[in-house]
């Protein structure tokens, strides 16, 4: 695992640009969409591969890491939700709406092999 805390993210600043973003701009929309699949990519990935690691974790590390998740999972979810509310069309979108979207699916499952 990185030495970072990759799930102590905080995604409510995201939710607050976009909530005052001018859509006239699409570019920069695109952009800010590529800076959150950036800020969210390292969690995305490990949340991936964390079935395959939870028997290598001691205790502390795996009720830490569920911790983390939990918390982290209505942040993803109301990231998700605002997104899907838009009506944006971009590769960029697609793009954020799939991992934020497998990320949501994914975090469950991992809290239940990790408890």
Known sequence: ????????????????????????????FNFLLRDITNYVYDAYEYILD??????????????KLKEDLEKLLPQVTALMDLLCSLDFDSKEMDRTQYILGT???????????LS
């Open 50 to 63: 964390l079935p395959d690691e939870i028997e290598k974790l001691n205790p502390s590390k795996r009720k």
């Open 1 to 28: 695992m990185p030495a970072k805390n990759i799930f102590v993210l905080n995604l409510r600043k995201f939710i607050k640009t976009i909530n005052t973003f001018p859509f006239a701009s699409h570019p920069e």
């Open 103 to 113: 990320m949501e699916e994914e975090i469950p499952e991992v809290i239940t092999l």
